[in-house]
Structures are given as C-alpha cells and as structure tokens.
T-cell receptor
Framework: GNSVTQMEGPVTLSEEAFLTINCTYT??????LFWYVQYPGEGLQLLLKATKADDKGSNKGFEATYRKETTSFHLEKGSVQVSDSAVYFCALSLWIGANSKLTFGKGITLSVRP | DTEVTQTPKHLVMGMTNKKSLKCEQH?????MYWYKQKAKKPPELMFV???????INESVPSRFSPECPNSSLLNLHLHALQPEDSALYLC???????????????FGPGTRLTVT
C-alpha cells in the first residue's frame, strides 16, 4: 500500500536556525509529493509540491526535492522564524480510479523560540 | 484565488440535534472532499465527490450524510452524532477542468465541531 513516514517530533529550534524535517514514502505508483502546514486553529495550507523526480518545490524560504532513488522529500529552511511554528504534514497523491487521493504522514510540530 | 470557505467556524450540538456544515469553492474545481481531523493527527478522508457525484465513501457511519448541490458547494449533514465525533471537519477541493491542480488539494479553514 501507500504510506508516508515522517521523523518523530516535536522539534524545537531557536530563531534563525536551520530546519530539516525528514519524509520518506512508499507508493505503488508514481506519486506527486506535498508539504502542508497547519497553523494553530487553522486548516491545512499547501506549502510546496513536486510532481516528478528531481523536481524542487519551494515557497516562503522552504524547499524540498523529490528524490526517487531514496523515496524521500525532506523539507528544509535555512533560517526559521517564530512565525514558522506550526504542524507540518508530508503527503503523497496518487490517482485511485477517477480521483486523486492524499496519503498523509503523522505530522510534526515545530516550535521556534525567539 | 485558492480559497475554500467553510461555515460555521465553530459548532456545538447535542446528540439528538440535526445540523449541517457548508463548504464553498470558486476555483472551478471538480472534486471536493470531506475530512475529519482529531487533535494532533493527520486528516482522515471521509467522502469524495467528483463532478457532483459521490465517488468515495470511506465507510463513514450513516449519521454523516454528504450532499453536493452543485459544483461549487458541498454540505455535510449531521444527525444523532456521538461525543467521539467531536473533531475539526475540513473541506478540500482539487482538479480544475484545464488539468491544473490535478493532484494537490486546497483546504478550507475547517469547522470545529463539539458534540455534547
């Protein structure tokens, strides 16, 4: 079956620190990959995406590269801010019949200290 | 514009009440989704509508009844819920006719439901 594995959390960093959140996946097809972010009390926001191998998604200083050989999509940011404190979900999408279906990782909580 | 709106933002209901959650998108998306999210967990898929027809029902209890009146609107009718149904209910949409947004889903802010 399809699955997404994220590193265990929570993660606490100081402002301006470097961030890496690991994500690996197992899929029966050729998935698209996503990072979603959920701020406290809100819904999920699409942070970035990649639809094929070696694609790099980027947004708001965050980056992730689709690595087919290692089935990974690790999220990185060079300098985190307090406002980046949120829950981050890695996800894959595959067509199941006529629909695309998202499979999420467990999510990881990031807290950034001033 | 990638906005999905949901109303109400918060809802408290008793176990004998009937209520409805509403979701709207104006991105021309043809697939719409309902998810349930418990605290500190990822969203769990409940229903998928594709071109206004129910496409996927993830074995959801019949006390949850979805409805898609048109391509922009999605409702979730609630009846005789249990306290364990308290959660954040998220709506999402994807897949516009031009083929853009085929894979990613755009989520609304959610309705925080409490069943007493």
């Amino acid at each position: 079956g399809n699955s997404v594995t994220q590193m265990e959390g929570p993660v606490t960093l100081s402002e301006e620190a470097f961030l890496t959140i690991n994500c690996t996946y197992t899929a029966t097809g050729y998935p698209s990959l996503f990072w979603y972010v959920q701020y406290p009390g809100e819904g999920l926001q699409l942070l970035l995406k990649a639809t094929k191998a070696d694609d790099k998604g980027s947004n708001k200083g965050f980056e992730a590269t689709y690595r087919k050989e290692t089935t990974s999509f690790h999220l990185e940011k060079g300098s985190v801010q307090v406002s980046d404190s949120a829950v981050y979900f890695c996800a894959l999408s595959l067509w199941i019949g006529a629909n695309s279906k998202l499979t999420f990782g467990k999510g990881i909580t990031l807290s950034v200290r001033p | 514009d990638t906005e999905v709106t949901q109303t109400p933002k918060h809802l408290v209901m008793g176990m004998t009440n009937k209520k409805s959650l509403k979701c709207e998108q104006h991105m021309g998306h043809r697939a719409m989704y309902w998810y349930k999210q418990k605290a500190k967990k990822p969203p769990e898929l409940m229903f998928v509508y594709s071109y206004e027809k129910l496409s996927i029902n993830e074995s959801v209890p019949s006390r949850f009844s979805p409805e898609c009146p048109n391509s922009s609107l999605l409702n979730l009718h609630l009846h005789a819920l249990q306290p364990e149904d308290s959660a954040l209910y998220l709506c999402a949409s994807s897949q516009d006719l031009s083929g853009r947004s085929r894979y990613e889903q755009y989520f609304g802010p959610g309705t925080r439901l409490t069943v007493t």
